[in-house]
C-alpha cells in the first residue's frame, strides 16, 4: 500500500550487522531522488537518521549508515545495539502521480 | 533547540470539522517550508500538506485535497491544518514537520510530538 517498499521486520543479534531494504521506482528513487531515513519509538515521533542518501545528521552514531543503488535503497547498521530496537522509515521525494514525499510502510527492528 | 509543539487533536463525528496547530520556536520559522504528516497503523506514515515559508505555495496529497487547508502566521511562529468534512479514515496521528533542504525540499528534519484525531460516532 505504501509507495515505497520495506520489509515489516528484521531481527539480529547485539553486535550483528542488520540492513533494512527500501524499494521504489523510476518516479521517486530511481529519478535519483534524495531517500532519508528515520527511526521511531513507539509513541514518539520520527527523527532524521539518514538524509541524502547517505548523510548522517549531526549526533546520528556512525554505525548507521545509507545506500542507494537503482530503484532501491539500503540502511545499514554495523553492530546492532539493544538500543536501536525501534522502528525504521524510507522516505523518498516522487515525482509522478503518488504524492509529493512518499514512505515505505516501515520495518520494526528486533534485537 | 527547535521544538514544534503540536496540539488541537481530539474526538469529532465524522462530516465535522477540527483545526490542528504546531507552535514552533528555536529558529526562524519564515525561512522554512513546513508540513503536515499522519500516521496511522494500516497506512503508516502519510504526507498531507506543505506550505512555503512565504504561504505562497501550498500542495496537498489527493487524499485531503479539497478538505483540508494548510496556513501558517509567521508572526505567531504558528503552523495550521484546518480539517473539514472529517471521514472516518481520517483517524491518525498528527504531526507537523519542518522541510529539509537539501537543493530543494527532500524531506523533514525535525518533528512535532503529534497530536490524535480520531473521527467517531
Known amino acids: 500500500q505504501s509507495v515505497l517498499t520495506q520489509p515489516p521486520s528484521v531481527s539480529g543479534a547485539p553486535g550483528q550487522r542488520v540492513t533494512i531494504s527500501c524499494t521504489g521506482s523510476?518516479?521517486?528513487?530511481?529519478?535519483?531522488?534524495?531517500v532519508l531515513w528515520y527511526q521511531q519509538f513507539p509513541g514518539t515521533a520520527p527523527k532524521l537518521l539518514i538524509h541524502?542518501?547517505?548523510s548522517r545528521p549531526s549526533g546520528v552514531p556512525d554505525r548507521f549508515s545509507g545506500s542507494k543503488s537503482g530503484t532501491s535503497a539500503s540502511l545499514a547498521i554495523a553492530g546492532v545495539q539493544a538500543e536501536d530496537e525501534a522502528a525504521y522509515y524510507c522516505?523518498?521525494?516522487?515525482?509522478?502521480?503518488?504524492?509529493?514525499?512518499?514512505f515505505g510502510g516501515g520495518t520494526k527492528l528486533t534485537v | 533547540e527547535v521544538q514544534l509543539v503540536d496540539s488541537g487533536g481530539g474526538l469529532v463525528q465524522p462530516g465535522g470539522s477540527l483545526r490542528l496547530s504546531c507552535a514552533a520556536s528555536?529558529?526562524?520559522?519564515?525561512?522554512?517550508?513546513m508540513s503536515w504528516v499522519r500516521q496511522t497503523p494500516g497506512k503508516g506514515l502519510e504526507w498531507l500538506a506543505y506550505?512555503?515559508?512565504?504561504?505562497?505555495?501550498?500542495f496537498y496529497a489527493d487524499s485531503v485535497k479539497g478538505r483540508f487547508t494548510i496556513s501558517r502566521d509567521n508572526a505567531k511562529n504558528s503552523l495550521y491544518l484546518q480539517m473539514d468534512s472529517l471521514r472516518d479514515e481520517d483517524t491518525a496521528v498528527y504531526y507537523c514537520?519542518?522541510?529539509?533542504?537539501?537543493?530543494?525540499?527532500?524531506?523533514?528534519?525535525?518533528w512535532g510530538q503529534g497530536t490524535l484525531v480520531t473521527v467517531s460516532s
Open positions: 514537520a519542518r522541510g529539509f533542504w537539501s537543493g530543494y525540499y527532500t524531506g523533514f528534519d525535525y
Open positions: 528555536g529558529f526562524t520559522f519564515d525561512r522554512h517550508a
Open positions: 506550505i512555503s515559508g512565504t504561504s505562497l505555495e501550498t
Open positions: 523510476s518516479s521517486n528513487i530511481g529519478a535519483g531522488h534524495d
Open positions: 541524502g542518501d547517505s
Open positions: 522516505q523518498s521525494y516522487d515525482s509522478g502521480l503518488s504524492g509529493r514525499w512518499v
